[in-house]
């Protein structure tokens, strides 16, 4: 049976501005970098996007080389789009990226226009779309020049092949230049996407605030530090966790005790708040009034469920985030 969307699919999800942009983005994204690849179970992925298409997630976040193999995640979500999602396109926001390894030789990485251009066209032959909503510079290039890399994602937009673009990873220094550059070449950057979450901090350090000053959405990655920030690892390392996964990304070594004696408190604040650590890890990042979405990773429909209640408590008083700064620093 083909797939019909919930008539309630918005009435419940918060949708944040992307800076001074006219693009509104849903408080939780989803990211397909795990579990949408060749080595999953198609169906499993399908049921994972319907589910968020229908709490109101619109925004489905991609990689040339999301897989593994790479590419096969772009592949897999065109297969969903064009079976179940196809005649809500203008619903949904798709975004991808170009900057890690893709093909061998000189032209596969980093930041050229000629690499960002052909990855491009693999990408939406790939999903099977004309144009996505989001195209990203992946990673910052030390080689090439901003000019050349911000022109590119420039002619992108003109072309039709993206509405809008963005940059990840980028210092805040970066990100300033960069900005300038686009704006003057007439393509501001709409978002910037950067790894942020209680165990990694460094968008604190001065990036949060350009992107105000520059009117930058941000919309940040791994806000659950790949699933450490849930009450998952507690207890031992599941097998079918990311962290027990030959292609995951997380390894069982950041599992330190010390890390999980961390976890066991802020799941005690958690708890306090009548919220999941996940919710909480999500509420956290999205206290910034200048983080547009938290994208989430999910390997099954029940965590795109609690991670979407997150929203249900998005405050904190002084004392809960005095009360995680104080097990943060411990
Ligand atoms: N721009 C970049 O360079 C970059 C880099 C990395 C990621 N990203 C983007 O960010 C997205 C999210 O990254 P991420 O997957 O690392 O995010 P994450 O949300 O920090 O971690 C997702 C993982 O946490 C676990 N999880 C999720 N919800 C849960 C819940 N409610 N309860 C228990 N466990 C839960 C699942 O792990 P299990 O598989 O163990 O169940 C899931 O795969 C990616 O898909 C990608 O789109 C971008």
Redesign the pocket.
């Known amino acids: 049976m083909s797939y019909i969307p919930s008539d309630s699919r918005y009435d419940s999800m918060l949708y944040r501005r992307a800076g001074r942009s006219g693009l509104k983005l849903p408080a939780v994204?989803?990211?397909?970098?795990?579990?949408?690849g060749g080595v999953d179970a198609l169906e499993n992925a399908r049921k994972i996007l319907h589910r968020a298409f229908d709490l109101g997630i619109t925004h489905f976040?991609?990689?040339n080389n999301?897989g593994p193999p790479p590419g096969s995640a772009e592949e897999n979500f065109g297969r969903i789009l064009k079976d179940d999602l196809k005649s809500y396109r203008d619903e949904l926001i798709v975004?991808t990226?170009a900057?890690?390894y893709m093909w061998p030789g000189p032209y596969g990485e980093w930041g050229s226009r000629k690499y960002l251009l052909a990855s491009l066209d693999q990408s939406l032959k790939r999903m099977g779309l004309d144009y996505v909503d989001i195209f990203?510079h992946?990673?910052p290039d030390p080689e090439t020049p901003l000019e050349e890399t911000m022109g590119a994602l420039d002619y992108i937009v003109r072309s039709g092949r993206a509405l809008y673009v963005g940059i990840?990873?980028y210092t805040h220094e970066q990100t300033r230049k960069a900005a300038e550059i686009l704006k003057e070449l007439g393509t501001p950057c709409l978002i910037h996407?950067?790894?942020y979450?209680m165990f990694d901090r460094w968008i604190e350090n001065g990036l949060l605030k350009v992107l105000n000053q520059e009117g930058i959405g941000c919309i940040v990655?791994?806000?659950?530090?790949?699933?450490?920030?849930?009450?998952?690892y507690l207890r031992d390392i599941?097998p079918?966790?990311?962290?027990?996964?030959p292609h995951?990304?997380?390894q069982k070594d950041d599992l330190t005790a010390e890390r999980i004696e961390k976890i066991r408190k802020l799941n005690n604040i958690a708890a306090e708040r009548g919220q999941?650590?996940?919710?909480m890890?999500?509420a956290w990042v999205l206290r910034h009034p200048v983080v547009t979405s938290?994208?989430?990773?999910?390997?099954?429909v029940?965590?795109?469920?609690?991670?979407a209640g997150a929203l249900q408590n998005l405050s904190f008083s002084d004392t809960e985030l005095k009360q995680i700064e104080k097990i943060l620093e411990e």
């Open positions: 994204s989803l990211g397909l970098w795990h579990n949408f976040d991609l990689a999301y975004s990226k900057g890690y990203y992946h990673r990840s990873s996407q950067p790894k979450n990655f791994s806000p659950l530090a790949q699933g450490m920030l849930t009450d998952k599941p079918d966790s990311r962290a027990a996964k995951g990304f997380l999941s650590l996940a919710q890890a999500i938290a994208l989430i990773g999910a390997s099954r029940e965590q795109v469920d609690d991670c």
